[in-house]
T-cell receptor, first 115, second 112 residues
Framework: GENVEQHPSTLSVQEGDSAVIKCTYSDSASNYFPWYKQELGKGPQLIIDIRSNVGEKKDQRIAVTLNKTAKHFSLHITETQPEDSAVYFCAASILAHQAGTALIFGKGTTLSVSS | ETGVTQTPRHLVMGMTNKKSLKCEQHLGHNAMYWYKQSAKKPLELMFVYNFKEQTENNSVPSRFSPECPNSSHLFLHLHTLQPEDSALYLC???????????FGSGTRLTVV
C-alpha cells in the first residue's frame, strides 16, 4: 500500500542552527504535501503545505521543497528557537476509497532545540 | 482551541465496557476523519467521512464503530476493546478532503 518514509526520527540542534527533515512517498498520484507540528498534549497543527505544481514554498523561517520526479519533499527550519522543539510529521494525499482524499503520515521527527 | 473539539480528553475503560468518543467541528468543513496515534508508529487512518458518507474503512476491526450524524459531528463507538487499542485517538476535519486538516487535541484511551 501507499506509505510515507520520514527521516531522521530524532534531530537535535543548537539554537540558531538550521534543521532539515526529509520525506519520501510512494503514490505517484499524491499531489498535496502538508507538514504538521505536534506539541505535548496537543493534536498536530498544520505549519506549511505544498502542492505538486510548486517546487518550493516559504513562510518566514519555514520552507518546504518538493521534487515530484524523485518523490521527495523536505522541511527546512532556519534560525531555530527552543519553541520549535516538537514532533514534526510529513504527510501525502491519497485517494480515499470512493470519493475525496485522505492523508497518510510519516512516523514523525522529534526535534530538540537547545539554547 | 483549533475549531475541532474532542471529548473526553482521557478515558480508561475495561475490555468489556462500551464507550463513545465524540468530535465536533465548528469550521464548516465537509470531511471528517478518525486517526489512531500509537507510540513509534505513523498516524493510522481509520475512517473517512465525506458529506456524512463513510468513504473509507481502513481495515479497522469491528470493535470500532463510527457514526457521523451530520457534517459537524463524528463519533467513535468502542466495544470490547483490547489492551493494544490503547492510544491517542485524533479527529480531524477538512474542506473537500483536499486541504490541510484541522486536528482536535485527541482522546487518550487506556484499555485495562
Amino acid at each position: 500500500g501507499e506509505n510515507v518514509e520520514q527521516h531522521p526520527s530524532t534531530l537535535s540542534v543548537q539554537e540558531g542552527d538550521s534543521a532539515v527533515i526529509k520525506c519520501t512517498y510512494s503514490d505517484s498520484a499524491s499531489n498535496y504535501f502538508p507538514w504538521y507540528k505536534q506539541e505535548l498534549g496537543k493534536g498536530p497543527q498544520l505549519i506549511i503545505d505544498i502542492r505538486s505544481n510548486v517546487g518550493e514554498k516559504k513562510d518566514q523561517r519555514i520552507a518546504v521543497t518538493l521534487n515530484k520526479t524523485a518523490k521527495h519533499f523536505s522541511l527546512h527550519i532556519t534560525e531555530t528557537q527552543p519553541e520549535d522543539s516538537a514532533v514534526y510529521f510529513c504527510a501525502a494525499s491519497i485517494l480515499a476509497h470512493q470519493a475525496g482524499t485522505a492523508l497518510i503520515f510519516g512516523k514523525g521527527t522529534t526535534l530538540s532545540v537547545s539554547s | 482551541e483549533t475549531g475541532v473539539t474532542q471529548t473526553p480528553r482521557h478515558l480508561v475503560m475495561g475490555m468489556t465496557n462500551k464507550k463513545s468518543l465524540k468530535c465536533e467541528q465548528h469550521l464548516g468543513h465537509n470531511a471528517m476523519y478518525w486517526y489512531k496515534q500509537s507510540a513509534k508508529k505513523p498516524l493510522e487512518l481509520m475512517f473517512v467521512y465525506n458529506f456524512k458518507e463513510q468513504t473509507e474503512n481502513n481495515s479497522v476491526p469491528s470493535r470500532f464503530s463510527p457514526e457521523c450524524p451530520n457534517s459537524s459531528h463524528l463519533f467513535l463507538h468502542l466495544h470490547t476493546l483490547q489492551p493494544e487499542d490503547s492510544a491517542l485517538y485524533l479527529c480531524a476535519s477538512s474542506q473537500d478532503g483536499d486541504y490541510g486538516y484541522t486536528f482536535g487535541s485527541g482522546t487518550r484511551l487506556t484499555v485495562v
